[in-house]
Every structure is written in structure tokens, then in C-alpha cells.
């Protein structure tokens, strides 16, 4: 595991970008595995102003995204296929039947969760996976468990996963208790992957993370076990 340190939150959505960069130039045609949340924000402006600049071409960009909300239409705010839209698709030239996302609200969520698969599988895994990390050291949704999925699964929400990502919501608003995400086995077929940590919040997890050891309560320790991760984080979340 590659560890950066940056000065903060923008020196590491810069650094970020530029390792995002590197894979679009080089390989034009490269899967790119996204994900949602506060760390990644302010990498998507950078790639977005590469963009706009010229310097960045989306056009044959695939891409595939870790997880969504079961029973959320794609068209809610609160969905993650709207927070990709909102963004980063509607805002560069990748196309949009070139991004996938699962759909929380298959009417057969087993039947989904092969489909999610079988595209990941069509596609050759990712090139490069963006991961963020839970307070509770989830990646993607893969919470805390005994044991993990291969493939994409139905997942249930942990308390600590649902009221961190409350505040979200609005007053009145219908809270998803499950999701369906990307299971670790397919985020290992990844050939690279980038886990982001910002915020004094995520320091306590982040210092489980770079103990070495394999925490089955901290999902994001098995990256340990990949071949090419590199751990970026700010000065908050490195507990400075």
C-alpha cells in the first residue's frame, strides 16, 4: 500500500485528479471505477475543469459505480446516480449509456445484481477504482461483517452508516435502510485502486487502517492485500 499525505482537502483532490489524469491520457479507453460522498467532490471539479480546459477527454470513458440506495428512482436528489450526473456526467463528454450505476429500484434485486456483475465482468474490471471510507471503515457499502460478498449484493445499513449520511436528508425525507454495492471481490479485480480520506472525523479509522493488520470490523483494511492501493489522505484525517 502507497501511502500520500497532502497539506489538505484541495492539495488532495488535486493530487487525486492527477493520478485520474495519468489513466485517461494514457488509456483512453479506460473503466474507471467512481464512487460518492464529500472526500471525492473536490476531485470531480479538478477532472471537470481538466475538461473544460481541453485536457481531458470522457468519450470513451467507461465507467462503473460502487453502490446506489435501494428504492430511490435516479432522478432523486439523494440518489447516487443523480450525484454523478450533478457532478461529474453532466459535465464532461463521457456518454451517458457508458456509465453504470445499479438500479435501486429492480424489481428483482437478485436479477440486478447478476446484471451489475455480468457488466463489470463484460468490461474486464476497472482500471482504476475510487473508494472513499466510511466513519465506520465501510468501502462502497461493504459494512462491517464476519463475512463478505464476491459479486454485487442487497446490503443493510449500519446505524453508524445511516446516521452519517443523514444529514443528507431533509426533514421528512424517506431515509433508504439498504443498498445494493459492489462487493469486495470485485473491487479487488480492479488493477488500481485510490482510497481518499479527508476530515479529522475519519482519523480514528484511518489509524486502524494503517496499523497493518486485517480488522474484519474495518472493511478498508483488505486493501492491504492488493497489489497496487494507494491511501491518500489530508492532514485532518492523518489526526494532525
Excluded: W
Excluded at 185 to 213: D, H, P, T
Amino acid at each position: 500500500m502507497r501511502i500520500i499525505k497532502t497539506k489538505n482537502y484541495d492539495d488532495m483532490s488535486r493530487k487525486a485528479a492527477n493520478i485520474f489524469f495519468s489513466q485517461i491520457v494514457s488509456k483512453p479507453d479506460s473503466v474507471i471505477g467512481l464512487a460518492t460522498g464529500s472526500s471525492v467532490l473536490g476531485l470531480y471539479a479538478e477532472l471537470i475543469e481538466s475538461y473544460r480546459r481541453g485536457d481531458l477527454d470522457f468519450s470513451r470513458i467507461r465507467s462503473v459505480n460502487l453502490d446506489e440506495y435501494v428504492g430511490l428512482d435516479g432522478k432523486s436528489d439523494q440518489s447516487y446516480r443523480y450525484y454523478m450526473d450533478n457532478n461529474l456526467f453532466d459535465h464532461v463528454n463521457i456518454k451517458k449509456e457508458n456509465t453504470g450505476v445499479p438500479d435501486g429500484l429492480a424489481s428483482d434485486i437478485q436479477a440486478e445484481c447478476r446484471r451489475y456483475d455480468s457488466l463489470i465482468e463484460s468490461l474486464g474490471g476497472t482500471d482504476l477504482q475510487l473508494l472513499g471510507l466510511g466513519h465506520n471503515g465501510h468501502i462502497g457499502f461493504n459494512e462491517p461483517s464476519v463475512s463478505y460478498s464476491v459479486g454485487t449484493y442487497l446490503v443493510s445499513l449500519t446505524e453508524s452508516s445511516l446516521t452519517a449520511n443523514s444529514r443528507f436528508f431533509g426533514p421528512g425525507e424517506h431515509q433508504p435502510t439498504q443498498a445494493l454495492t459492489m462487493g469486495l471481490g470485485s473491487i479487488f479485480r480492479s488493477k488500481r485502486i485510490l482510497l481518499m480520506i479527508s476530515g479529522s472525523n475519519k482519523a480514528e479509522v484511518a489509524r486502524k487502517l494503517f496499523e497493518g493488520k486485517i480488522h474484519t470490523d474495518v472493511p478498508a483494511c483488505f486493501l492491504l492485500l492488493h497489489p497496487d492501493a494507494t491511501v491518500m489522505l489530508d492532514r485532518a484525517a492523518n489526526g494532525e
